[in-house]
């Protein structure tokens, strides 16, 4: 009875570890998910600046009239255009290279 009753208890420990380790790997995994989204919308940020600086180096626009509405379309289109291409497998590289570097310190 006695060596049932330790088998039993062995057997919970187990289970409580395991269940700690997969809790931990869970978490890394999230945390790693967490880090790669956070690095992608660096990358957005960074582009979508990139890409308003080079819009403000064109010349206005001679069959368009410049208007405020025509300003905010112009900057939400920067943005979309900021956000896929970041989205994307072909991007910048500036994600990639953000998350190796940080990957280390989770």
């Given at each position: 009875?006695?060596?049932?009753?330790?088998?039993?208890n062995?057997?919970?420990?187990?289970?409580?570890?395991?269940?700690?380790?997969?809790?931990?790997f869970?978490?890394?995994?999230?945390?790693?998910?967490?880090?790669?989204?956070?690095?992608?919308?660096f990358?957005?940020?960074?582009?979508?600046?990139?890409?308003?600086?080079?819009?403000?180096?064109?010349?206005?626009d001679?069959?368009?009239?410049?208007?405020h509405?025509?300003?905010?379309?112009?900057?939400m289109?920067?943005?979309?255009?900021?956000?896929?291409?970041?989205?994307?497998?072909?991007?910048?590289?500036?994600?990639?290279?953000?998350?190796?570097?940080?990957?280390?310190?989770?």
């Amino acid at each position: 009875m006695d060596i049932d009753l330790i088998n039993q208890n062995l057997a919970k420990a187990n289970l409580s570890k395991i269940k700690k380790q997969t809790s931990d790997f869970d978490r890394n995994i999230l945390k790693k998910k967490e880090l790669k989204e956070a690095c992608a919308g660096f990358e957005a940020i960074f582009l979508h600046t990139m890409i308003k600086s080079m819009r403000k180096s064109l010349p206005g626009d001679k069959f368009l009239n410049d208007s405020h509405g025509m300003d905010i379309y112009k900057s939400m289109y920067d943005q979309y255009l900021a956000e896929e291409l970041s989205k994307s497998r072909t991007s910048i590289g500036v994600k990639e290279f953000l998350y190796h570097q940080l990957k280390e310190s989770l």
